[in-house]
């Protein structure tokens, strides 16, 4: 009999840089979800990649403001969770845009 290995879903985590998404993003690479966080600042987001396996988890650039990021981060996703929020607004970071 032969097996056949499937590649395991990809879970696009909006947001998965931040305090709760870590979280998240945690518990989705324990469960073998491959992980993609989609952020503003990738450059700053290293700290998740340690949450998982090698390869694992990888953060990408996305603003949730601008459509083609999003479209071009939630490419080829199984499942898409949306952790993305502000505490109070500032500048340009409204409730109503966020």
Same mark, same amino acid.
């Given at each position: 009999?032969?097996?056949?290995?499937?590649? $395991? #879903?990809?879970?696009?985590?909006?947001? !998965?840089?931040?305090?709760?998404?870590?979280?998240?993003?945690?518990?989705?690479? #324990?469960?073998?979800?491959?992980?993609?966080?989609?952020?503003?600042?990738?450059?700053?987001?290293?700290?998740?990649? $340690?949450?998982?396996?090698?390869?694992?988890?990888? $953060?990408?650039?996305?603003?949730?403001?601008?459509?083609?990021?999003?479209?071009?981060?939630?490419? !080829?996703?199984?499942?898409?969770?949306?952790?993305?929020?502000?505490?109070?607004?500032?500048?340009?970071? #409204?409730?109503?845009?966020?």
């Amino acid at each position: 009999m032969t097996e056949i290995l499937q590649t $395991p #879903k990809l879970v696009v985590v909006f947001g !998965g840089s931040g305090f709760v998404g870590r979280h998240v993003v945690r518990a989705l690479a #324990k469960r073998g979800y491959r992980i993609r966080v989609a952020c503003r600042r990738p450059d700053l987001a290293g700290h998740v990649q $340690p949450l998982g396996n090698v390869g694992q988890i990888q $953060p990408v650039q996305a603003n949730v403001r601008v459509r083609w990021s999003v479209d071009r981060a939630v490419q !080829g996703a199984d499942h898409v969770v949306n952790l993305v929020a502000i505490l109070h607004e500032t500048g340009r970071q #409204k409730f109503g845009s966020v």
